[in-house]
């Protein structure tokens, strides 16, 4: 039974990443754009363009969370997006309250710990990472030289 788990294990991971990135752009979308349910400003408008730190942490999340969908620089955006959330439970949530549970900061410490266990643990299956991995000049190298020598 372990064993077919282990072999799963990419795959898991993959769709993790990419859950993940989806339900992070959704939200980054969301709060730029006010669709998929975002809420929108008093003024008709979405978040105002550079404004600290909504507008930048909205971007922040479109961007890295289709990163990470997708699996390209999977752990670079996962680092980004993490300390993005990481701020914003400490800046935003905690001072209002110790527990996430009290100061409504649960989903910015999900996200934290989620995107910093990609850190990681890398991209998994189903990613662009792993498809510039496989077709890297140094791996098409030894295909290249097994091929002259068969020959």
């Given at each position: 039974m372990s064993a077919r788990l282990n072999t799963a294990q990419p795959?898991?991971?993959?769709?993790?990443?990419?859950?993940?990135?989806?339900?992070?752009?959704?939200?980054?979308?969301?709060?730029?754009?006010?669709?998929?349910?975002?809420?929108v400003g008093t003024d008709g408008g979405t978040v105002d363009t550079g404004t600290w730190p909504g507008w930048y942490a909205a971007a922040i999340q479109l961007v890295c969370g289709v990163l990470v969908l997708v699996g390209l620089g999977t752990r670079a955006a996962a680092f980004l997006a993490s300390g993005s959330m990481a701020y914003a439970y400490f800046k935003v949530h905690q001072p209002g309250a110790l527990w996430p549970l009290e100061n409504g900061g649960e989903p910015s410490a999900m996200f934290c710990w989620a995107f910093l266990l990609l850190v990681f643990t890398g991209s998994g299956a189903l990613s662009v990472d792993r498809l510039i991995t496989r077709r890297s000049p140094a791996q098409r190298e030894p295909a290249a030289q097994q091929a002259t020598a068969a020959a």
């Open positions: 795959y898991a991971l993959g769709l993790f990443r990419i859950v993940v990135g989806l339900l992070f752009a959704c939200h980054g979308a969301a709060s730029l754009f006010g669709i998929l349910g975002g809420a």
